[in-house]
């Protein structure tokens, strides 16, 4: 019983250090891109408020179909804006609370596991200071 639980304890750390990995990777490409795009939404927002705020002041001397056009699309422009953004931040954001989750996990793990079992603690020590690692 002990070895299996042992077994599946060592399948479950490899396991976690790939899904690490493939996150660090992903780290290390995609940030540069997904700032550049942040940066270009957060230049955008006060352009477009800006337009649209000048619209609204233009079309209380009298609404006309172009007026109304380019309010519409200005309001549609803003949201995609504001949607765009909270579909980059969001993720990250809650990327950002899984990994502290995770590392008080490990440490209540490693609190927890018998001192006796001189195997466990070992590998559970390299996978704390591989996964530690990876998650920062």
């Known amino acids: 019983m002990l070895m299996n639980d042992s077994r599946k304890l060592h399948e479950l750390m490899q396991s976690f250090i790939q899904v690490c990995d493939v996150i660090s990777e992903v780290k290390r490409y995609e940030s540069n891109y997904l700032l550049l795009i942040m940066v270009e939404i957060i230049f955008h927002i006060p352009v477009v408020l800006y337009k649209l705020i000048v619209s609204i ?35 990250c954001y809650r990327t950002v609370n899984e990994v ?12 927890r596991v018998p001192q006796d079992d001189v195997v466990l603690v070992k590998k559970l020590d390299l996978f704390m200071l591989s996964a530690l690692r990876l998650l920062t």
């Open 100 to 111: 502290n989750q995770t590392k008080s996990i490990l440490c209540q793990l490693m609190c």
């Open 57 to 91: 002041g233009l079309t209380g001397k009298g609404i006309n179909k172009n007026s109304l056009t380019v309010l519409i699309e200005l309001s549609i422009w803003a949201i995609h804006l504001l949607m765009r953004l909270k579909t980059i931040v969001g993720p």
